[in-house]
């Protein structure tokens, strides 16, 4: 098992740093995604909390947050520092693609697959929304559950389901599974949006309708999070890593189908798990100030930092106010996500 390591998500310039490294302390990483900045005097920062060792820092409060303006600290008082539910101005979709191929409906292991997804739609959907869509050999997935849907009751539909194409068509599956997601996040009404492509299959590509090149070249221009789960005696795990770059669960023996469900929904639920969308009044009324949030866990500490300017503002600040993030995209990998094979 190895670290994936994240991907900044938003070029703007921040600073990472340990607070108490000269004394030991283990240190927290601070990752900005997007900051907003509006009259009468609202800043919101939406960032990421894990370890050192990338794992999730879930359930922090207000009280375990520090604000501090040109290196000054500002009371919790006056700043009246919230967290803010993410939703408010951050949506984030999984899209399960599964391989409903020949050789998976005449396996035996549909009513496993079916019992394991839906527990992976468990475990993910309090943090994202998620959507199911199968393939087999024909050109195009087909939609079994829309995002937000009741996975549980239309993925039991699988249970009888028959492989109008027997074939495999996983470069092409991948193709469109990420233009779905595009699609979706396209119309999306918040302005912060992530996409993650789950994929299942239990073997390569035997369609040949699509190259691997060219699922590679969606999924770089889409910039989503990807993760795949293989169990078969005909996995190739080169073609498949290719394809699940945030993480890859792979193994020839059909009684792991659960555990690498599981694997992918604990990388994905803890991802999930390390956004904070801190929002605040701050005291500036003119000019350029440097922000520094500070995040303190039991003996952890870590800082992120942002510059931005407060000129004409005034009180009457309601920290609840909706964020005015930027419309846009943001690409994060999910770190932590295992690289497995058995």
């Known amino acids: 098992m190895s670290h994936i390591s994240p991907r900044v998500v938003h070029a703007v310039a ?5 607070v108490g490294a000269a004394s030991g302390c283990s240190h927290l990483k601070l990752g900005l995604v997007d900051a907003s900045v509006r009259k009468p005097s609202n800043v919101a920062v939406y960032f990421t909390v894990e370890t050192n060792q990338g794992a999730p820092v879930p359930n922090l409060l207000p009280p375990n947050f520090r604000i501090y303006e040109d290196g000054r600290p500002v009371s919790l008082l006056e700043s009246r520092l919230t967290i803010l539910q993410p939703e408010v101005a951050a949506i984030h979709y999984t899209l399960l693609l599964i391989d409903m191929s020949g050789s998976v409906v005449g396996s035996g292991d549909v009513p ?3 019992t394991a997804a839906s527990s992976f739609a468990d ?6 929304k998620v959507a199911v869509y199968l393939f087999d050999g024909r050109p195009h997935i087909d939609q079994v559950v829309p995002f937000g849907g009741n996975v549980r009751g239309g993925i039991s539909s699988l249970l009888n389901y028959r492989s109008k194409d027997p074939s495999t068509n996983l470069n092409g599956a991948v193709i469109e599974g990420v233009r779905a997601l ?3 996040m396209d119309a999306s009404p918040v302005p ?6 789950v994929v299942f299959t239990d073997g390569t590509d035997r369609a040949a309708r699509a190259k691997p090149e060219d699922a ?3 999924l770089d221009e889409a910039g989503f999070d990807s993760y795949v789960i293989a169990v078969g005696a005909e996995t ?3 073609e498949l890593k290719a394809i699940g770059r945030s993480g890859a669960f792979t193994s020839r023996n059909p009684t792991d189908i659960a555990a690498g469900f599981d694997n992918i929904a604990r990388a994905i639920e803890g991802y999930s798990k390390r956004y904070y969308l801190l929002t605040y009044c701050t005291p500036a009324r003119a000019g350029e100030h440097d922000l520094e949030i500070e995040a303190v866990s039991g003996d952890m500490t870590g800082r992120l930092s942002h510059h931005f300017k407060a000129d004409g503002f005034g009180p009457n600040c309601d920290p609840y106010q909706k964020p005015a993030f930027d419309v846009r995209r943001p690409r994060q990998q999910a770190p932590g996500a295992a690289q497995a094979s058995r």
């Open 123 to 128: 475990r993910v959907g309090p943090y994202q």
């Open 182 to 184: 595009q699609k979706q």
């Open 14 to 18: 921040i600073a990472v740093f340990a």
């Open 216 to 218: 590679q070249t969606a």
């Open 236 to 238: 190739d795990e080169k």
């Open 192 to 197: 912060l949006r992530f996409g993650t492509l």
């Open 112 to 114: 496993t697959l079916v």
